[in-house]
């Protein structure tokens, strides 16, 4: 199930598929989809770090019959290119991708149909509109499936202010570690399911050193964005390391002066310096632990961000 976005060239332009190409080669984590012969038939949009993709079909006579009839402009050609971005899918999707879309349909000067409400976009058509229309299906689509009496569709929930706090720190998380000249960590957030909610977690782990001081921790300098809970991690290179949540107001209260509040690409965000390692060292111990319990780790595209009526 995607929202679908049409590229439609004006009848005066002849359609370059080298210009196409070198449009797409121009956009960071672009791969090429070709059949066996070599003929290209799709480009993919993905990205390795927000999980956030969306496809861009090559069409063709046979596409058009088996669409029907286009309700377009006659100053238009039929389309020569879809966009598609699933829906059932957290609001950032749209975020991410429709400004490249956007990008895309400008740069060639290709219109854009929108197949869901029959508009077509001039060239030029700012990404908030296309994202606006997005989320719409995309709410109508999430609640009326969760609502279907024979096979309803259910995701984990994660409001969509912590949602799009997630992307924001997600794709900027990389280049904020290459940013810092200290030896401090950038750590992920994970996305976990518990039950039918999303939980946002980061890792603190902590080192032993078995031979020369078996009972002390070094628990690690890092960032520590808004969470749920943080996963506790302690152990040796020799055996497996040992796994606890806290939640995350209890950490941050028992862990107090050893952080101070940092700038980045988020709010919120705190920082355990090296020099403060060894202070930390006797919070992180006496944290009261708790077992993970039901917690599983899902996937970008695993969750929703759509508040369902019955919520």
């Known amino acids: 199930m995607s929202f679908d976005l049409y590229f ?131 709410d109508q689509a999430t609640i009326r499936m969760a609502q279907d009496a024979e096979d309803p569709i259910r995701k984990p929930f994660l409001s969509r202010k912590s949602s799009r706090y997630w992307w924001e720190y997600t794709r900027a998380r990389a280049s904020y570690q290459e940013s810092f000249h200290q030896d401090v960590f950038v750590p992920s957030i994970l996305l976990m399911a518990e039950g039918e909610e999303v939980k946002t977690t980061v890792v603190w782990s902590a080192e032993v050193d078995e031979q020369a001081r078996p009972n002390e921790l070094t628990p690690l300098a890092q960032i520590f964005p808004k969470c749920d809970y943080f996963l506790l991690a302690w152990g040796s290179d020799n055996k497996p390391f040992t796994k606890a949540i806290v939640p995350y107001v209890e950490a941050i209260t028992a862990m107090g002066n050893s952080l101070e509040p940092l700038d980045g690409p988020v709010d919120n965000l705190l920082v355990l310096w090296p020099n403060k390692q060894r202070e930390s060292a006797e919070i992180f111990r006496r944290l009261p632990k708790r077992d993970l319990g039901g917690l599983t780790h899902i996937s970008a595209d695993g969750f929703s961000d759509v508040v369902l009526l019955d919520k």
């Open 8 to 138: 439609c060239a004006p009848r005066d332009y002849s359609v370059d598929l080298s210009r196409i190409c070198q449009c797409f080669s121009r956009i960071e984590h672009i791969s090429e989809n070709r059949t066996d012969d070599g003929t290209l038939v799709q480009f993919e949009y993905h990205h390795p770090d927000t999980g956030a993709y969306c496809f861009f079909d090559f069409l063709n006579a046979d596409d058009h019959m088996a669409d029907g009839r286009w309700n377009l402009p006659k100053t238009l050609n039929p389309p020569a290119l879809v966009a598609s971005v699933n829906l059932l899918r957290p609001y950032f999707f749209a975020l991410e991708t429709m400004p490249i879309i956007s990008a895309i349909a400008t740069d060639l000067g290709f219109h854009l149909f929108d197949a869901q409400e029959e508009i077509v976009y001039a060239p030029g058509t700012g990404p908030a509109i296309l994202t606006a229309n997005w989320t719409k299906h995309n």
